[in-house]
């Protein structure tokens, strides 16, 4: 069974022409970024429209091969590709974008990238653990207010910051309950309407009337857990999803997950629900509360990343996994390394079984994608 309200969510893309000419008839600015690092309450709290920039799709890969080396991540050939060409709306509408120190490959991409495009690009400590690499991170997002403020012409006052906070912490609060339906057996959403209501949340401008919708499509949810109903059977295999981001374009994984008849119950990714895990401490001094809450993201770019194995393994039990997939783009090396250590974890806890899927977002490895999901759910079922 499906819910009514997926009808918004699924046309909300459909909306974003539209709703950037809305958006600059009042006056609004656009500010793009690629990754959850980026701090949006900073966006937010300048008057403007913080927007995801588009990476998510094959066609302009092409076009970022021409620049950029074919053994780079479809992420970064697509984002790149995307810019070059002039067909991500976002990119063309923002007055700069937020980049950041993730990966080699996207350090490369926003130096070419600054060449065509105002460009602010963030320094990610190596780690997420002591107090220099807290002090350093607190001192980007204080570099990046300043940039804000000088390129959009405002002044970020604590008053604004702390309206921004508690904007984008309602939101949060609602993606996790959102979320946390599906502990219920049988889980009452799918995996890919869980993407694509995350993925609607980019062409939502109106973020109070997202939030009315998301309340809505939660409301009827939890109708449905109550007479238990679910999106599929209760005896279907219940799988959580991590590794990279996976967005409407590159979610061929999770898609042939649920075609092979098992539920995906969570997305950890950073497409998902990692950039939803933590609040901002709306009692601190913004600026650091704000640094405080990014620094926590449990992003493979950290070493060590403890925060991930142990989100994960408290997923397994809170939402009755029987299985992780672990999804990996050819080329993200930190990801690639991360899967090892994530296994190795999960055995060690004699916890659920692990399958790394690596790919790119072509299709042609699809039919061996299937093959091996199918028995990875085959295994998992007779355990």
């Not at 993925?199 to 109550?226: G, Q, Y």
Request: hydrophobic share 40%.
């Amino acid at each position: 069974m499906r819910p009514e309200q997926m009808t918004y969510f699924e046309s909300a893309g459909s909306q974003v022409s539209s709703g950037i000419k809305t958006a600059r008839e009042q006056g609004k600015k656009f500010v793009g970024f690629y990754c959850i690092f980026a701090p949006q309450e900073l966006i937010v709290a300048a008057g403007a429209i913080p927007v995801t920039l588009c990476s998510t799709k094959e066609e302009p890969i092409a076009d970022g091969e021409k620049y950029l080396p074919r053994n780079f991540c479809p992420l970064i050939k697509s984002s790149y590709g995307f810019a070059i060409t002039g067909n991500c709306t976002f990119f063309n509408n923002s007055e700069f974008i937020i980049g950041e120190t993730t990966c080699d490959g996207k350090k490369k991409m926003f130096e070419l990238m600054a060449g065509f495009k105002p460009t602010v690009v963030l320094e990610i400590p190596q780690s997420a653990k002591g107090e220099i690499q807290k002090q350093f991170w607190r001192s980007e997002v204080v570099r990046c207010k300043d940039e804000i403020e000088k390129r959009l012409g405002v002044t970020l006052t604590d008053e604004k910051l702390k309206a921004a906070i508690r904007d984008l912490n309602e939101q949060r609060g609602l993606m996790r309950e959102l979320a946390d339906i599906n502990r219920a057996v049988p889980a009452p959403i799918s995996g890919m309407d869980l993407l694509k209501v995350m993925w609607a949340k980019n062409f939502a401008f109106d973020s109070r009337a997202f939030n009315e919708k998301l309340r809505e499509l939660i409301a009827e949810l939890w109708k449905m857990e109550a007479r238990g109903e679910g999106a599929l059977s209760r005896s279907a295999r219940r799988i959580i999803v991590t590794g990279v981001p996976t967005g409407v374009g590159a979610e061929k994984v999770i898609k042939l997950i649920e075609e092979a008849g098992a539920s995906v119950v969570y997305l950890e990714n950073c497409s998902g629900m990692k950039q939803y895990l933590h609040d901002v401490d709306i009692h601190e001094s913004p600026l650091d509360a704000i640094a405080d809450k990014y620094l926590l993201t449990p992003c493979s770019c950290m070493s060590p990343n403890t925060g991930r194995l142990d989100l994960l393994t408290r997923l397994v039990k809170d939402f009755h996994a029987d299985g992780i997939v672990d999804v990996t783009w050819i080329g993200c090396h930190t990801y690639n390394v991360e899967s090892r250590v994530l296994g190795a974890h999960l055995s060690k806890q004699g916890s659920v079984p692990l399958l790394q899927i690596e790919t790119d977002y072509s299709q042609g490895d699809t039919g061996q994608i299937r093959t091996r999901i199918e028995a990875f759910l085959e295994m998992v079922s007779k355990k």
